[in-house]
């Protein structure tokens, strides 16, 4: 391959394509050398896609269960301020939205999210629920949004204890 260069530097370069024997007529690729090439980047896209998309799932598992922590850490932070876990009906809202109770908003010193809460990584909500004073459920359904489920579909975060022992 040879680069041929004009004579003012701000024109285009054209590149002339000389075959294995030096002949300078001989420019190009054959129609069959590109399937050839083609064919080959097909299967290299076949075998290398799938598990680059595993990847991408795996690491939304991830995201979850760290989210889910981070909510958490933000709700316990929550609690020492106000002396407890939002109900069910106050939600996560509560971590970034003052308390309607005037006692209640003396007390809450947040907003304890630099953002919104997020959704958890397949778009869904975070499950939240207070079990008592000092536990809470809060997880992703998973990938199925459903609940229970195995690998990628599987619950995440701080789940019931039924669903914790079988995972």
Known sequence: MRILGSEKPHKTLKIAMTSMSGKAGDA???LLEMLVVLVIMGLLAGLVGPQLLSRVDTSKVSA??????????????????????PTKEEGLELLNKTPKD????????????????????????????PESDTTILLYSLGADGQPGGEGTNADVGFLPKSQAQSQ
Do not use: C, I
Not at 71 to 83: A, F, P, Q, Y
């Open 28 to 30: 190009g690729f054959t």
């Open 64 to 85: 979850a269960s760290t989210q889910a922590r981070m909510l958490k850490t933000s709700l316990e932070t929550m609690r020492l301020d106000v002396g407890r876990f």
């Open 102 to 129: 005037e006692r209640l908003a003396r007390r809450w010193h947040g907003p304890y999210l630099s953002e919104d809460v997020p959704m958890d990584p397949w778009g869904n909500p975070y499950v939240y629920a």
